[in-house]
Nanobody, 122 residues
Framework: QVQLVESGGGLVQPGGSLRLACESP????????VGWFRQAPGKEREGVSC????????YYTDSVKGRFTISKDNGKNRVYLQMNSLKPEDTAVYYC???????????????WGQGTQVTVSS
């Protein structure tokens, strides 16, 4: 069983920033892609961003382009999601997930973290 551990969620005002982190000892081995997903109450889980642990290729959903940045630290087996200019509509539980294929489709992902709450509110 692959364990992914997320951290960094919290409450932030609109326009503020948060950095999420996801750590797993398997990132350096056979898990090629790591993605960040979010799910707001009453909505489906959506892909936010993903990164290849191999060559660093990245994808973003349109609503976060220019505001969010995904990055990796292979030495620390971590993936980060830097979220700037946060909006109330970014409020959701954010999950990291890992799989062997780079994709923003949550159904492509095999391993999931427990989720961390991000709330953007004044």
């Amino acid at each position: 069983q692959v364990q992914l551990v997320e951290s960094g969620g919290g409450l932030v005002q609109p326009g503020g920033s948060l950095r999420l982190a996801c750590e797993s000892p398997r990132f350096a081995l056979d898990l090629v892609a790591v993605g960040w997903f979010r799910q707001a109450p009453g909505k489906e889980r959506e892909g936010v961003s993903c990164i290849s642990m191999d060559d660093g290729s990245t994808y973003y959903t349109d609503s976060v382009k220019g505001r969010f940045t995904i990055s990796k630290d292979n030495g620390k087996n971590r993936v980060y999601l830097q979220m700037n200019s946060l909006k109330p509509e970014d409020t959701a539980v954010y999950y990291c997930a890992a799989t062997g294929k780079l994709s923003l489709d949550p159904f492509e992902y095999d391993y999931w973290g427990q989720g961390t709450q991000v709330t953007v509110s004044s």
